[in-house]
Structure formats: structure tokens, C-alpha cells
């Protein structure tokens, strides 16, 4: 394929477009976070910053970007210092292969809302997962306080177990699909979103993104009480709002991942592609919230019991089951 | 299956909570509402006067005295009629507890413990009240109360005029 000057300018527009909306995305996840939890716990939330507090999250960046920014003296400045990007950056490259709606016809020519449809989206995914656990084991590393060590050590046991299941979980949604690109993914769903025919593969999968995430109940990495906070014990500025706001654009992008693998993506009756889209990630995000007002934290053996013991070998037995269905029909 | 027991104790968790959106928050946002506060809450302190209408205040000293955080300072002066008070009286808002120990160990019951809150001010000087802001009108707690009519306020001679008394001294002046 040939590039024109049109082809590149719209890449570039779906670049910036994408950005500005996970970007605005994450800091109101923040936002209705804050407010969704004062609910669940019968409280009202910041609603004091502009009407309903929805200027909120933009008094938050003000704050973090006017903080001091404090590297400690024993810190590996260069480690220290890369380590929020590397925790932030693979969560944003995630989306490149996200497909947000169904292809638009726009002056003639075929345009995907997506920006990149990779033939090995899935592999991709599972691949910037596994480099966002070097954000947090570099953070640990660099900060070099006995807190944040211990949370990194713990953030990268977990993400690598997790990842395990939630790779495995999803060579079911593969196997149906026949295809690795999410593009296809979502086209294999025409008819029937795959949940029906995989419940325990969603269940798998959204359980694995939980610990991915590093949400209640599987925040051990940064377990405020016995960790301080865990890997980001020794940052502050900017630097902290990188690793923060890293894992809201995880929780997007993990959401709509999940929404096209089991929910069959933009699909659905009479509403237009996108808002069904928007409608499933906000489900998915509402559940993460949920989830946290809702589970106290795991303790370290019951965390590595549940992913070993139980998630992989039940996504294992999953893939056979699968494939004697797919074998036998 | 106590597997099957643990997802049946996540999903009422989970019900519970949802359920809990819908119910009515309990926050009061305080400084557009405002509960009432019980009568003895110790929320501000203020100066009360005796049923005649005159200031209970007799510059003792004690509230001053008692105070932990030593923020009540004033001048004594005497008036015509033998009767003492406050020239002026500080309170230190910055600085107070509010603990409520100069409220016990007043003997006049002037100084008052007050449910009302006094708000946050943006300068410290600011919470630095004088006398006229903390003077009320009322008689506050034991409206009935009136020290001078226990202790009178006469004095019967003026002083330094008994037998073998000596004048009053003067601080200022007392050279050796
Ligand atoms: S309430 Fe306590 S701290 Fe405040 S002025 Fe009275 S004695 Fe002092
Ligand atoms: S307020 Fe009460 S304790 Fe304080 S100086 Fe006046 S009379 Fe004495």
C-alpha cells in the first residue's frame, strides 16, 4: 500500500482525535471514580469545582503540575525519571488497534475508526501489556525505598501471573474468530457477541484485568496500608500524575477491550456504532468502580492462589473444551 | 463448592453496594447547611452580661490563667463605683482549643462556651477577636446569675485609709 499526503493527514487526525478523548476520558474516569464512589458509600464527592464539579479534574492537573517535583537522593535519576512514561505510554498505544465503530464511508473512500488494524492486534495487546509492567518494576527499582521495592516486586509477580489467564482466556475468542486482528474480531460477531458462547473466558478475562490493572481487590502493588503506596511511594508532580493517569487510560482501554472481545465491540441494534461503543466502555468502567467501592483487598497468597490455581488451569480447560466444540461441529 | 459460596458473596456485595447509590447521601455541605449543634458544644466563646444588662466580666484573670494555650490576655480597670472590668479583652482564636477550661474556671459565669461555629477567616489576624466582638447581649447560660449581688460592689472606705494600712502602691514607681 502506497501512502498519499490524504492518507497520512488521516492518520494523523485520528492521532490527535484519539488523543484528545482518551486523554479528556481519563480525567473524567477520575472524576465519576470520585463521584461514583461517594455514592456507593453514601457520600456526594467533589462537587464544588464548577458546576457538579465537572472542572475538577482540570483544577487536579493544576495541582500536579505546580507540585514540587522531587527526585530522591539514593533515586537512579534516569531510571526514575523514565519510569511514569513507561507505565503511561504502553496504555495509550493500546488504543492504535482499537476499533472504536464501524468503518465510515466519507468522500468516497473507506475510512476505519481505527488507527492501525494490525493481522496480530491480540498479540500486540499482549505484548504493550506485558512492557507496562516494566513502568512499575522500574519505579520500584529506581526510587530505591524499601516501600516502593516491595510493591514493585509484588506489581510484577502479579501482572505476569494475570497476564498469563488473560491470554489464555482470550485463545478461545481467537480460536472462534479465526483471526488475530480485532477488526475481525468484532465482524466474527456479527450475529452473536461471543459472551454467549465463552461466559467463562469473560469471567476469566475480567477478573485478569482487574489485576491488571492493579484495582481493588488486587491493588497489593500499591496497598496503602502496608505499602505507603506501593511502587509510586517516592513520587510526586506530574510524575505521579503520569502513573495515575496510566492506570485510568488502562482501565479504558483494558474496558474496551473487553467490550470487543465478549460484547462484540461496536455492534448493536438501533443506535449508531459509536454511541454503542461508548455505551459498553462505560459499562465496563462503571463495573471497575463498582468493584472497588464494593471488595476489600486480597491477601498475597489468596492473589497468587486464585491466578495459579484456578484462573490459568480453568482458561487451560477452557481452550480444550473449545476446541473439541469447534473440532466436533 | 466453596467456590460457588465465595461468588454468591461477591455478587451480594456487589448488590449491596449498588443498592446503596439510589439512598440519600448524609453529607451536610457545611457551610451552605448547617446542623444545629447540641447546647453544650464548645463551637466558640463569647461574653456574657448579668440580668441588669452590665458586663459579668471582673478582669480577674482566670480564664486566663486556666487557658492551656495561654490566649486570653486583658487589662483590669476600676470604675466610679468600686466595680472592676475589662479594659480591653483579646481572645485568640488562632491560637484556642477550644477546650472550654476558661468557661469553668470563671467565677462570674461571663465567659461562655457557645455552639456556634465561628467561620475560618483567610488572615490570622482576623481570628484575633477584641472585647466588642465577643461581648453579647444576653446573659447566656444561667440567666439568673448576678456575682455583685453575692459580693456587692461597695467599697466601705477608701482604700489605704485604715488603721495601720498603707496606701495603695503604685507598680510603675516602686524604686527601692
Ligand atoms: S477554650 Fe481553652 S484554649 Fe480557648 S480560650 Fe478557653 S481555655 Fe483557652
Ligand atoms: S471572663 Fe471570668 S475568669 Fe475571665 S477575667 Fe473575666 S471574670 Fe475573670
Known sequence: ?329 | MPILNDIKEILTGLSITFRHIFRKPVTVQFPEERRAMPERFRGSIVLTRDPDGAERCVACYLCSGACPVDCISMAAAEGENGRRYAAWFRINFSRCILCGMCAEACPTLAIQMSPEMFHCKRQVIDMVYEKEDLLIDGTGKDPNYNFYRHAGTGVVQPRGSGAGEQAPADPRSLLP
Not at chain 1, 474496551?256 to 472481545?261: I, V
Open chain 1, 1 to 329: 500500500m502506497t501512502w498519499t499526503a490524504t492518507d497520512i493527514a488521516l492518520m494523523l487526525g485520528k492521532i490527535v482525535l484519539l488523543y484528545a478523548i482518551i486523554l479528556t476520558g481519563a480525567a473524567y474516569l477520575v472524576l465519576a471514580e470520585r463521584r461514583i464512589l461517594g455514592f456507593l458509600q453514601d457520600r456526594i464527592g467533589p462537587n464544588r469545582v464548577g458546576p457538579f464539579g465537572l472542572l475538577q479534574p482540570l483544577a487536579d492537573v493544576i495541582k500536579m503540575l505546580t507540585k514540587e517535583d522531587m527526585i530522591p537522593k539514593a533515586a537512579d535519576r534516569l531510571l526514575f525519571s523514565m519510569a511514569p512514561a513507561m507505565a503511561a505510554i504502553p496504555a495509550i498505544l493500546t488504543f492504535a488497534i482499537i476499533p472504536v465503530g464501524a468503518p465510515l464511508q466519507l468522500f468516497g473512500r473507506q475510512v476505519n475508526l481505527q488507527v492501525a488494524d494490525l493481522n496480530v492486534g491480540v498479540l500486540f495487546f499482549m505484548a504493550l501489556s506485558s512492557v507496562a509492567v516494566y513502568g512499575i518494576a522500574l519505579g520500584g527499582w529506581a526510587s530505591n525505598s524499601k516501600y516502593a521495592l516491595l510493591g514493585s516486586i509484588r506489581g510484577l509477580s502479579q501482572l505476569i501471573s494475570y497476564e498469563l489467564s488473560m491470554g489464555l482466556s482470550l485463545v478461545p475468542v481467537v480460536m472462534l474468530a479465526k483471526s488475530l486482528s480485532l477488526a475481525d474480531i468484532v465482524n466474527a460477531q456479527a450475529d452473536m457477541p461471543f459472551i454467549v458462547y465463552q461466559p467463562v473466558a469473560f469471567v476469566i478475562f475480567l477478573v485478569s484485568i482487574l489485576a491488571e490493572c492493579r484495582r481493588i481487590p488486587f491493588d497489593l502493588p500499591e496497598a496503602e496500608g502496608e505499602l505507603v503506596a506501593g511502587f509510586h511511594t517516592e513520587y510526586s508532580g506530574m510524575r505521579f500524575g503520569l502513573f495515575f493517569v496510566g492506570e485510568y487510560i488502562n482501565i479504558i482501554s483494558l474496558s474496551s477491550l473487553a467490550s470487543l472481545f465478549f460484547l462484540g465491540g461496536w455492534r448493536g441494534p438501533l443506535l449508531p456504532p459509536i454511541v454503542w461503543f461508548f455505551i459498553k466502555v462505560g459499562l465496563f468502567s462503571f463495573l471497575f468502580i463498582w468493584v472497588r467501592g464494593t471488595l476489600p483487598r486480597l491477601r498475597y497468597d489468596q492473589l497468587m492462589h486464585l491466578g495459579w490455581k484456578f484462573l490459568t488451569p480453568l482458561a487451560l480447560l477452557n481452550i480444550l473444551v473449545t476446541g473439541w466444540w469447534l473440532a466436533l461441529r
